[in-house]
């Protein structure tokens, strides 16, 4: 469904120099990458989560792919179409949501922005009132529809955005940093609708954020770029099970003042009643840990922390060194 | 409905919101007319008629100018449109099923009639009913007001399709404030907003007759006093539609070639 080979996309920056006068007579250019060969496919209902550290490209490829940039090289297939060339045929297919923008006529009701839609792109009645019926209900914009764009609060100006972006039933869905600044109800209720919409009408979801609990509530795959260049594609388990190197023990004991050590275990601290014990998985495990734990102190609790999502993206961003 | 009917109906919701700035425009511009034909008047002396151009025909031209303000200026600016280019919304503009430039330039056209409805016809009732000589006259006959009609709206699109570069110009430069007012300065003095185009010397004239600032204003107001002929009137209404010929293929032109080489602010 969608396929993209080899895509490159270079930015020519003037350099600006130091002083008041020296960028006025003459300027610098450089070029600077934004993506450089990036190649992905996608079938038809999948949702990807697509991260990255700031500055990554990964909006440069959501723009590209919705046929508002034009690259550099490289291909870019989306439903049989280019979207850069054929772009009008192109956005009938594709709802697009950037998270720090707003769609939405500022000054008039929601519902005025979504009949200027109806509108725009020639929606029938029966097809705008089926539609919008349904995301009326999903997320709840009954209350919200008559309101001033200018008086929703975030969470409910981005429920209102989603809705735009879907009122023509696209068959794919770009989220742009949908739940950038909400807060934790607004962005279960996000999730939610996502993976709702996606599983009745079958929509095709690429999802940028920076909140890996967005990833892992919605994504069964995972795309990470950084320095525009693709790091890592695949599922999340595998992500885990490849990057995650150690884990974390704690154990609390009946006082005592018994040394420990073991192979593979690094003790981060320990007093006469908790230690704290992180366990390389390469060389040791957390049940012969325990085991030994047991032999040598009278255990009255016992915690194992696997670490973070985030940490692990944290690593993965420090190993590939973006 | 069309979507550019909803557009016109969103601009024109929209600008009621703001009826105390349509207020504040409507007694600027009817004491800007009363002081400029008070002015022209004096310059008039004892004279009846200018180039051919007589007193009268000179005072409606003026309230004419002032009635219409928002078809001709070029300063008037759509905050929002360049608030898209500098901000990087246009992203969302993009990602719709219509060609840009006709998308832009609904929009602009619809705010322009929006104004142009809430200002218009107090500042041309409170102008009728002016004492005597400075009165706003009917227009010379029915002929003249359907020929006065139609070409101030062929000089509304006029008009539009040339601020369209400047909006076209904020790809490049960022800022609106050095091409709008390069614009509007150029605009408001060759569509004979400072000083009435029949009251230029003769040379000063001829060169106006090429550029096309002077067919959004001073053609129709002319047709209107029945300054100009009407054989004359459909001359300048021919010229009219060649002018929206050239500007709206160069426009399309430019604003194509600027949004292959589009950068999206803010990421």
């Given amino acids: 469904m969608i396929e993209i080979e080899n895509l490159s996309k270079a930015f020519q920056v003037a350099k600006r120099k130091k002083g008041m006068f020296s960028s006025f007579i003459s300027r610098e250019h450089e070029t600077v990458y934004a993506l450089s060969d990036l190649s992905f496919r996608m079938k038809k209902g999948e949702i990807v989560g697509y991260i990255g550290p700031n500055g990554a490209g990964k909006s440069t490829t959501i723009k590209i792919m919705s046929g508002i940039l034009v690259p550099s090289s490289g291909s870019c297939e989306i439903m049989g179409l280019t979207p850069w060339q054929s772009r009008i045929e192109h956005v009938r297919n594709i709802g697009v949501v950037f998270g720090q923008r707003t769609q939405l006529w500022w000054d008039v009701p929601v519902i005025d922005s979504f009949e200027l839609l109806k509108d725009i792109y020639k929606l029938s009645d029966h097809q705008y009132k089926r539609s919008l019926d349904q995301l009326v209900t999903y997320l709840d914009l009954s209350p919200l529809l008559h309101k001033p764009v200018r008086q929703l609060s975030l969470g409910q100006r981005m429920r209102c955005e989603i809705a735009a972006a879907l009122l023509h039933e696209p068959s794919i869905l770009f989220l742009d940093e949908p739940t950038i600044g909400l807060d934790a109800v607004s962005k279960i209720a996000v999730r939610k609708f996502i993976k709702k919409i996606n599983e009745e009408r079958g929509v095709t979801v690429i999802l940028t954020t920076h909140d890996m609990s967005d990833i892992e509530a919605l994504a069964n795959r995972l795309i990470l770029i950084g320095k525009g260049k693709k790091l890592y594609d695949g599922d999340l388990k595998n992500l885990k099970e490849s990057y995650v190197k150690s884990k974390r023990v704690i154990v609390d004991y009946e006082t005592s003042s018994q040394d420990f050590s073991l192979n593979g275990c690094q003790i981060i601290s320990q007093t006469s009643e908790r230690a704290v014990i992180d366990v390389n998985l390469s060389e040791n495990s957390v049940p012969v840990l325990i085991q030994h734990l047991t032999s040598s102190f009278n255990i009255l609790d016992i915690a194992v922390e696997t670490q973070p999502i985030e940490e692990v993206i944290v690593n993965m961003y420090k190993e590939f060194s973006i | ?267």
């Fill in chain 2, 1 to 267: 409905m069309k979507w550019y009917f909803t557009l016109l109906k969103l601009r024109l919701t929209q600008g009621l919101q703001y009826r105390a700035a349509a207020i504040a425009g409507v007694a600027t511009q009817f004491f800007w007319g009363a002081i400029s034909i008070m002015i022209f008047a004096t310059f008039y002396g004892d004279a009846s008629e200018v180039n051919g151009f007589t007193k009268e025909q000179m005072i409606t031209y003026i309230w004419l100018q002032q009635a219409f303000l928002v078809f001709i200026v070029l300063w008037l600016r759509d905050k929002e449109l360049f608030e898209l280019i500098r901000t990087g919304n246009i992203a969302y503009e993009l990602c719709r099923p219509l060609n840009t430039y006709g998308f832009w330039y609904v929009k602009l056209i619809s705010s322009r009639l929006s104004s142009a409805i809430l200002r218009c016809i107090p500042i041309l009732l409170i102008a009728v009913f002016m004492p005597g000589p400075y009165a706003l006259a009917l227009p010379n006959s029915a002929i003249s007001a359907l020929l006065f009609f139609l070409s101030l709206i062929l000089g509304l699109i006029i008009n539009v399709a040339i601020s369209m570069f400047i909006y076209i110009s904020v790809f490049i430069t960022l800022s609106p404030t050095g091409s709008l007012l390069l614009f509007s300065v150029i605009g408001e003095f060759f569509s004979g907003l400072i000083l009435p185009i029949p009251l230029m010397p003769t040379w000063l004239r001829n060169f106006v007759m090429i550029l096309p600032f002077r067919y959004t204003g001073d053609l129709p107001f002319r047709i209107y006093s029945g300054n100009i002929v009407y054989s004359d009137a459909l001359f300048g209404i021919a010229i009219q539609v060649i002018w929206i010929g050239v500007l709206l293929t160069l426009g399309q032109a430019a604003m194509k070639k600027s949004l292959k080489h589009l950068t999206v602010q803010g990421g």
